[in-house]
């Protein structure tokens, strides 16, 4: 029998497990203590992922693959006994994340969102796949591993990778081998330094150093971002067809 209030659950577990600091500095600086995001934000989601998102959301930032898991574990198979076999490996001890997560319960289904996030670097296969894999054994390689419990995965970057082999990626994750994308403003005129000779020329060793911009990393609608970060926020389809 479908436990109605399982969903619910999940997010309580979710929020149980929510300690990285930057969260609470940054809400805390913001005076955004949720994580509230914007309107703009969550219809460019609702139209790319075609939800409809309830007022009530948990979200998180860098958020652990193990608290992941042990969230949806203790969710069904939280017991009398605090102690859990370990046998499928997926309590690793390492701090590999999702970048942000939205979650939320609707028609008795709890939707978690997992946005894995560049801004100046580009994804690595090698990575990328390595997150897929695990992803596909926490919530099964077609999403159905716990019941009443969507997942979703979404990136997001100033520009659309075109190079990504989703081969063996869970169907989930890859629909119809396309990953959701959605744009991530980031300026153009970004520097970085890079160690060098006395010549300029790079040396991971050089005695010397010089700042350069950086290639590739922004993208034409990081102005008109600006602006509606300090005018009326565009709609969906305004940024779009920017």
């Not at 005695?207 to 969906?236: I, M, V, Y």
Request: some cysteine; proline content about 4%.
């Amino acid at each position: 029998m479908f436990d109605t209030e399982r969903p619910k659950k999940v997010l309580e577990k979710l929020r149980s497990f929510n300690s990285k600091e930057r969260f609470f500095m940054v809400g805390y600086i913001l005076g955004n203590l949720d994580f509230k995001p914007s309107q703009t934000f969550v219809e460019e989601i609702e139209s790319i992922l075609n939800l409809k998102f309830p007022k009530e959301l948990f979200t998180a930032m860098d958020y652990h693959i193990d608290w992941l898991y042990a969230s949806l574990y203790l969710t069904f198979y939280e017991g009398q006994h605090n102690i859990y076999s370990n046998d499928e490996k997926l309590i690793t001890g390492n701090q590999e994340d999702i970048d942000f997560i939205i979650a939320f319960v609707q028609n008795n289904h709890c939707h978690i969102i997992l946005i894995e996030v560049k801004g100046v670097m580009s994804w690595a296969n090698k990575q990328l796949r390595s997150k897929a894999m695990r992803l596909g054994k926490v919530f099964g390689q077609k999403g159905d591993k716990w019941l009443g419990v969507v997942p979703h995965f979404l990136m997001m970057s100033p520009k659309k990778s075109k190079n990504i082999d989703v081969s063996d990626w869970p169907s989930w994750m890859a629909l119809e081998r396309e990953i959701p994308w959605v744009e991530l403003s980031v300026p153009n005129e970004l520097n970085k330094v890079t160690r060098c000779d006395e010549y300029g020329l790079a040396n991971k060793d050089g005695a010397f150093w010089k700042p350069e911009k950086r290639q590739n990393c922004g993208n034409s609608h990081h102005q008109a971002a600006l602006d509606a970060a300090t005018q009326k926020p565009l709609s969906c389809r305004q940024r779009l067809n920017s």
